[in-house]
């Protein structure tokens, strides 16, 4: 059964409700342009909120530290005063149109009028790369295996085992500490991928013996029975093979992206992301732009500041689509106050 709509009108339709189309609502507001949110998931906060509230972000300006649900809070109460929709628990299916009148379905049933389209679909329709290990699905099903921390709690007091060497693997490796009863971290190689400074808190737990380091150690095999996790058997370059006892395996070896209907929108693709023009972030449709983790372009940092500061750019590039006879006279937020407010 068709579930039926709305038919709304807005200036700006934006497609992901994580925290960089957040912001994007704040960009546009601030330019006296109209937006709605929409998002496959529940609720608001894209990947912050559904894979790992906890976790730590260290790179957010003015926040030495602040947690990803915590900064998600914070971006809606910042974009409170503009009021604008969420559409949630739905996906955009169709969309057609030009530039100052597009077009959008979703999988709800609503329509939507546009001038302008954002993009912020992040990692678009994601999941877990995993493991190739005989038995997974049945330690899945228990939570033996598990691809994200949602509460550090759950796993105070067990033997935890990490496999991964990015942001990921270390930063949770650092949260858990003092929390599991026992952490491993498994990497192939020595160098960690993640950012210096928490490689170098790794170190010090390591050397502090409050993290063990498995390196140059692979999966190899998961040995249990009944779904519960007795080990985890690891393997070098050699195929000499160790067994560490564990009760959960949090591997993390990144997300596996699809775009979804997103593909089917003739818009140009590199490498399963949207090609954007660096100064605006349009792609190569006018009217729709892109940005966060979804926009590729020479010099691209997957970093949600810089996604942030794409939205700025769209949102400034998008005015003169909604207003083509007024000009733009850009004034800092310090001296104009909140539009409305």
């Known amino acids: 059964m068709r579930v039926m709509g709305d038919n709304l009108d807005v200036d700006v339709a934006i497609i992901g409700a994580g925290p960089v189309g957040l912001f994007a609502v704040f960009e546009c507001g601030m330019l006296k342009l109209s937006s709605l949110l929409v998002d496959a998931l529940g609720e608001a906060g894209g990947q912050c909120a559904a894979l790992y509230p906890e976790k730590p972000i260290y ?15 914070k971006l809606e109460a910042q974009i409170a005063p503009f009021g604008a929709r969420k559409l949630l628990n739905r996906r955009v299916e169709t969309l057609t149109g030009s530039a100052g009148d597009f077009t959008l379905t979703t999988s709800a049933g609503d329509s939507i009028r546009a001038k302008a389209v954002i993009i912020a679909a992040g990692a678009g329709a994601f999941g877990p790369n995993r493991p190739p290990l005989d038995g997974l699905d049945g330690y899945e099903a228990t939570g033996a295996v598990q691809y994200y921390v949602k509460k550090r709690e759950d796993f105070r007091g067990k033997r935890v085992v990490i496999a991964g060497g990015g942001d990921s693997a270390v930063d949770w490796a650092l949260a858990l500490n003092g929390i599991a009863a026992s952490i491993h971290i498994i990497h192939r190689r020595p160098k960690f991928r993640a950012a210096p400074e928490t490689a170098a808190q790794l170190d010090v737990a390591a050397a502090a013996g409050q993290i063990e380091l498995v390196i140059p150690y692979q999966l190899h095999a998961l040995h249990g029975d009944g779904g519960r996790l007795a080990s985890v058997e690891v393997a070098d370059l050699d195929e000499q093979t160790r067994h560490i006892e564990a009760d959960i395996l949090l591997p993390f070896f990144g997300l596996a992206m699809e775009l979804g209907p997103i593909a089917e929108w003739g818009l140009a693709l590199e490498k399963s992301h949207l090609a954007v023009a660096p100064a605006t972030c349009e792609t190569s449709t006018p ?55």
């Open 59 to 73: 790179d957010i300006p003015g926040h030495p530290a602040i947690e990803a649900a915590e900064l998600i809070t």
């Open 287 to 341: 009217g729709i732009f892109a940005i966060g983790d979804v926009a590729t372009y020479p010099g691209k940092l997957k970093l949600i500041l810089q996604g942030f500061s794409e939205a700025a750019m769209a949102a400034h590039a998008i005015h003169p689509i909604v207003y083509p006879d007024t000009a733009l006279h850009f004034e800092y937020s310090t001296s104009k106050g909140v539009p409305g407010v």
